[in-house]
């Protein structure tokens, strides 16, 4: 099989260039410069390299960007109170919640209490429910840089059968809906942890859109001949060849599943970047729509 690669590095670069310009001519004109706020709640390792992406990633695109970081020790209230500053903030077009968050806090009540029009991770139920109804909304940016990758890269997917691996809120369940919806039109799979019969049904995906949290979890037996393999983990395996002391792999069994595709998004390099991306867009759309207003 001639593979090739979804290189979500190469067109993140892309994109960020179309914002960076857009917001260059914006400021030109003696407009201000989009906003996006982040909050992060105590020192998860992942989450903060996360956020710190975010931060680096806005001030590249010449976004203004403020971290909020709040100790581990927070409690749910405290968190609300913060999430009110933002909600009503003019200065701020758009923020998210870093997640997880620790244990005392209740992630669905803090999701519920961000302003929808803030809403940039597509997270909150008026998002969810406008993007199910095929409404204008913020789709969630790990979902939104799947959809990117296959248009910008012309991959065929009218009538494919796409099967998801994961029903997770932030993933599975949104990329299920986006690309069975008109425009994508897939017929879609969604398989979890508890489906029945799941390599099978892996060999029929002409698309597989891997978001199932498991290191190399899919391997070479379970994937069609010329499919399409989205993977979206992201896991970092001690590794000491490495001056970082780790590597990052992905759900995918790279090694013997890329030889098999004709396309494939490499890890790191492939979605991840994309996702990033996603967002810088959701907060230039949330900034027009308020200077709409
Ligand atoms: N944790 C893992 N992915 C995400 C994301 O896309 N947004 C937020 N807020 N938290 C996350």
């Known amino acids: 099989m001639n593979t090739q690669f979804l290189d979500g590095k190469a067109m993140a670069l892309q994109i960020k260039d179309e914002i960076a310009n857009e917001v260059r001519s914006l400021t030109a004109q003696g407009h ?132 998801v691996l994961g029903r997770s809120n932030i993933v599975g369940t949104p990329v299920a809906n986006l690309l069975s919806r008109k425009g994508f039109d897939c017929t879609v799979t969604m398989c979890h942890s508890k489906t029945k019969n799941l390599k099978e049904l892996c060999l029929q995906a002409d698309i597989l859109v891997v978001a199932i949290g498991k290191p190399e979890f899919v391997t070479a037996d379970m994937v069609k001949d010329g499919a399409v393999v989205v993977d979206v983990g992201i896991h970092r395996i001690p590794d000491e060849t490495k001056k ?38 959701n907060t230039l759309k949330a900034y027009h729509k308020r200077e709409k207003k």
Not at 254 to 270: F, L, M, Q
Not at 274 to 281: E, K, P, R
Request: hydrophobic share 40%; glycine share 8%; net charge negative.
């Open 244 to 281: 970082s002391g780790y590597r990052i792999i992905g759900d995918v069994k790279h090694s013997e599943v890329d030889a098999k595709c004709s396309w494939v998004t490499p890890v790191p390099g492939g979605v991840g970047p994309l996702t990033i991306v996603s967002l810088l867009q």
């Open 32 to 163: 201000r410069a989009p906003h996006l706020a982040a909050v992060i709640v105590g020192n998860d390792g992942a989450s903060m390299t996360y956020v710190a992406s975010k931060e680096k990633s806005s001030h590249e695109v010449g976004f203004t960007s403020s971290v909020y970081r709040m100790p581990e020790t927070t409690s749910e209230a405290q968190l609300l109170e913060t999430i009110e500053f933002l909600n009503s903030d003019p200065d701020i077009d758009g923020f998210i919640v870093q997640l997880p968050l620790p244990k005392q806090i209740n992630e669905q009540r803090i999701i519920d209490a961000i302003s929808a029009d803030k809403d940039v991770d597509g997270f909150t139920p008026v998002n969810v429910g406008r993007m199910v109804l095929g409404e204008d909304c913020f789709v969630p940016a790990t979902p939104m840089g799947i959809c990117t990758l296959l248009k910008r890269f012309g991959i065929e997917t009218a009538g494919k059968h796409c099967v």
